[in-house]
């Protein structure tokens, strides 16, 4: 119990939630951070292979996945005030360019963004990048998408879906990192115990900031449906019906 | 919101002059001897070194520890979880808390390793423009979708972080942030406002590329050859990591 309440007192006072997405330069013994990349290599083949073959189709969608990701970078840019932790955090955004681009696509989106954050930002890193990928690329895109499309199912409003969206991929994604942590850090303490520790010692600052996202990411998705529809119907986020 | 961190104010320095490539071949490099050597004494030489190299490379010291501050930090919190999570080796008792030597040793190479990585990243992100990292991407056969996509983004960032920062502005005259309930409903209205002036924009670049020429991919400067100035700086780097590799 005392390393979890020294861990929770560490980040919910100092402002780590900044950075605590992203897993630090260095964190990733070697070996796991050779694994993480395999691991992620796959699907970011993948979704560069789904914007290819998009772009055969229409020339104009590497400018219009360029620019999205360049969006969604400047939205995970801007702070969100965080009432329990008294400081701000940056929303992670894959959730949104999950709905607006699929699945692969952000997952491709995501990795060159991680890649732009270690180098502009010094959040991440480069031996870490497979890693940050898997969690906030592939773990985040599909949790966000699945949870939109499940809530769409369901007959959950824009707002409702978007906000599912930004709530599954922001904890799904902390799930994501604090596993890879603990895989790589729990030296003889049983894996299940600093997993949850990890775990738990994120949530005092990630569950304010995973409902935030959700909000945020519905009220984007609203406006855009009640300013310009068409944009919505064209990347198949809503029915010619719903507009 | 953060700062973004570029190495325009010192083109003229000897080591922002140094290819790209070779630059990337030594971080990558550093990087790995980093991870591979798993000590604190290698770590701590290349935070050494990287430090010296942003001095050398005329770096303002101010914004290279600024930088620093959040991973000093995150190598703290990592110290500290390690004295919990390795319970081997002798024990040490520190103001009446039994701690294990494993534990200590490990924590320090952790945190070492963290602070050794992040530096190096600084002194490469702070003496190479990222158009450099591309070209030498392209030269290490990067896929072309990945080049064009980074080139993309990196241009638009700048350009949309401005008009962000612009809504931003507007809202704030206009008590959108007063309260915190206000603050949410400019939040999203921002990004709605952000994606649709995205949308648009992407429309019309598209047709200024094709305009320009563009048939569906970037055209990749011409290759040149490294200068004999470079590969002695690749030799004495390689030197330099093997020995502290060695070291370690």
Redesign the interface.
Known sequence: MKPLVLLALMLGFFPLPVAAMHISEGILPGGWAILWFVVAAPFVAWGGWRINQRRAIDPGYISLVGIFGAAVFVFSCFPLPVPVAGSTAHPAGTGLSAILLGGPASVVVAFISLLLQALFLAHGGLTTLGGNTFSMGVVGSFSGLAAFKLARLCQGNLFWSGFAAGVASDLLTYLGTATEMALALHGNTPLLTVLGQIYLAFMPTQVPISILEGVIIGGMLVYVRKHRPDILCKLKIITAEER | ??P???CSYQQHSALTALDGRIKVLL??GA??V???A?SWRV?CGLALLAWLLTLFAGVRQKQFWR??A??L??AS??F???L?????GDRVVFSGMAIHAD?LW?GLA?AS??????A???F??LTTP?PE?MRAARSFRC?P??V???L??????F???EE?ERI?TAQRARAGYST?RY???S??????????R??D???R??EA?RCRGYR?ALLAPTETGISPGNWRALGVGVAMLGGLYLIG
């Open positions: 919101m953060h973004l961190i570029d971080v990558a990087l790995t980093n991870l591979a798993a770590s930088r620093l959040i991973p930090l995150l919190v990592a500290i979880t390690q919990f999570w390795i319970k081997s534990a490990s952790l390793r963290i602070l050794a990585g992040m190096m990243i600084l490469f992100v990222l990292l896929p979708l990945l064009e996509l980074t993309i983004i990196y241009r638009y960032i350009l949309l972080l962000a931003r915190f603050g949410l409903r939040s999203s209205m921002l990004g709605g406002m952000l994606l649709l995205t949308y924009r992407a429309e670049s598209f590329m569906g």
